[in-house]
């Protein structure tokens, strides 16, 4: 979010406890477009602020450490109680630090990749990994959501090779 809407990278940045928010305002052929973005921590004891982030939401951003194969896990319940509240949101799983999952061995990103790849299939889901330290997929990420959200042609090379940052949003290659 901050990498995003500010283009910093803050090594020491705290991880959300509770909700924050930010905006930035884009022009796309001309018409103005802000985004609100809220991030809710990924604590489960912060889903009682689900109703607060996404009523109302166009797109909801699943994030996942890459480097910790239980936050995906997590994603799981925290896709169903999202859904509770927002059935028509757009879903966008995406993979986080990706410049330190290519530290991890072969086999942990062989495996956690695969995953990922079941899970984005079974959200009906993009699936990106992204990298805010050395901007890696990030401005794709946004470029997707508004693609989807106002179903604009996008022309991105998909990346779908273990060891790529993964990048895939095609409807047809996740279905």
Same mark, same amino acid.
């Given at each position: 979010m901050v990498k995003y809407t500010n283009n910093t990278f803050d090594s020491n940045y705290?991880?959300?406890?509770?909700?924050?928010?930010?905006?930035?305002q884009i022009e796309l052929n001309s018409t103005d477009i802000k985004?609100?973005?809220?991030?809710?921590?990924g604590d489960l004891e912060f889903s009682k602020m689900l109703p607060l982030t996404t009523d109302g939401a166009v797109a909801i951003i699943f994030m996942f450490d890459l480097t910790k194969?239980?936050? *995906?896990?997590?994603?799981? #319940?925290?896709? $169903?109680?999202?859904?509770? /509240?927002?059935?028509?949101?757009?879903?966008?799983l995406?993979?986080?630090?990706?410049?330190?999952? *290519?530290e991890m061995?072969? #086999?942990?990103? $062989?495996?956690?990749?695969? /995953?990922?790849?079941?899970?984005?299939?079974?959200?009906?889901s993009s699936l990106i990994?992204?990298?805010?330290?050395?901007?890696?997929?990030?401005? $794709?990420?946004?470029k997707i959501l508004m693609s989807k959200s106002f179903d604009l042609q996008l022309n991105l090379p998909?990346?779908?090779?273990?060891?790529?940052?993964?990048?895939?949003?095609k409807n047809e290659s996740i279905n």
């Amino acid at each position: 979010m901050v990498k995003y809407t500010n283009n910093t990278f803050d090594s020491n940045y705290k991880k959300t406890l509770g909700v924050n928010f930010m905006e930035k305002q884009i022009e796309l052929n001309s018409t103005d477009i802000k985004f609100t973005i809220w991030d809710l921590g990924g604590d489960l004891e912060f889903s009682k602020m689900l109703p607060l982030t996404t009523d109302g939401a166009v797109a909801i951003i699943f994030m996942f450490d890459l480097t910790k194969k239980q936050s *995906l896990i997590n994603l799981k #319940e925290w896709y $169903k109680q999202v859904r509770l /509240q927002n059935k028509t949101a757009i879903p966008l799983l995406v993979g986080t630090k990706y410049d330190l999952f *290519l530290e991890m061995s072969e #086999e942990y990103q $062989k495996k956690l990749t695969i /995953q990922s790849f079941k899970y984005s299939k079974a959200m009906k889901s993009s699936l990106i990994f992204t990298s805010s330290s050395d901007s890696i997929n990030i401005q $794709k990420v946004f470029k997707i959501l508004m693609s989807k959200s106002f179903d604009l042609q996008l022309n991105l090379p998909e990346l779908k090779n273990i060891g790529e940052p993964i990048l895939i949003y095609k409807n047809e290659s996740i279905n």
